[in-house]
């Protein structure tokens, strides 16, 4: 079954750096999205992708936040100047056009030092 | 706006129990899909199931049943028989089908089944 694949599994970053947290979608999908969820909180969405520009956002993707298609295969997000805040398991999800079902990635866990 | 709520934070059973965990959602679209998420230890998000909101059949897939009531906004899910690989954290959550709205998600409901 076709799957979301999300890298690193892992990621511990210091305080004030820049993180790229990257997703492969499924081919044929054409809606992206990511959410957050803060160790032990709900899964929070962040932001929606279609047609290689943002549709929807919510007011955690602040001005800290991108998000990027950039070969038509990769959707990454992008986190400028982490904070211990953005310590959180980031999840990718991925939507087939006319379906009502996510595939979500496995997650890739951020650890702000 | 979409709420989901789910008023269990922790439940605690024996293996072997049934248990019921409890979603209740706000929607004023007549169109939406609900669905159930188990999140494991290990913290990926494990798809359940979806229903939409035109098919208020109950589903059975094994030891797993969700019951749909629109009249309480009500998509509740039990375990027959728990087991202690059924210790998760649950989701209930919540779309409409408008170009590419989110997942609503609630808090989830930690489950832990003991020996």
């Known amino acids: 079954e076709p799957e979301v694949t999300q890298t690193p599994s892992h990621q511990v970053t210091q305080m004030g750096q820049e993180v790229i947290l990257r997703c492969v979608p499924i081919s044929n999908h054409l809606y992206f999205y990511w959410y957050r969820q803060i160790l032990g909180q709900k899964v929070e969405f962040l932001v929606s992708?279609?047609?290689?520009?943002?549709?929807?956002k919510s007011e955690i993707f602040d001005d800290q936040f991108s998000v990027e298609r950039p070969d038509g295969s990769n959707f990454t997000l992008k986190i400028r100047s982490t904070k211990l805040e953005d310590s959180a398991m980031y999840f990718c999800?991925?939507?087939?056009?006319?379906?009502?079902?996510?595939?979500f990635g496995s997650g890739t866990r951020l650890t702000v030092v | 706006a979409q709420k989901v709520t789910q008023a269990q934070t922790e439940i605690s059973v024996v293996e072997k129990e049934d248990v019921t965990l409890d979603c209740v959602y706000e929607t004023r679209d007549t169109t939406y899909y609900l669905f159930w998420y188990k999140q494991p230890p290990s913290g990926e998000l494990v798809f359940l199931i979806r229903r939409n909101s035109f098919d208020e059949q109950n589903e059975i897939s094994g030891r797993y049943s969700w019951n749909f009531q629109k009249s309480t906004s009500s998509f509740n899910f039990t375990i027959t028989a728990s087991q202690v690989v059924d210790s998760a954290v649950y989701f209930c959550?919540?779309?409409?089908?408008?170009?590419?709205?989110?997942?609503?998600f609630g808090k989830g409901t930690r489950l832990s089944v003991i020996a």
């Open positions: 959550a919540l779309r409409v089908p408008s170009g590419n709205t989110p997942l609503v």
């Open positions: 992708f279609y047609n290689n520009e943002i549709s929807e």
């Open positions: 999800a991925s939507l087939e056009g006319g379906s009502y079902g996510y595939t």
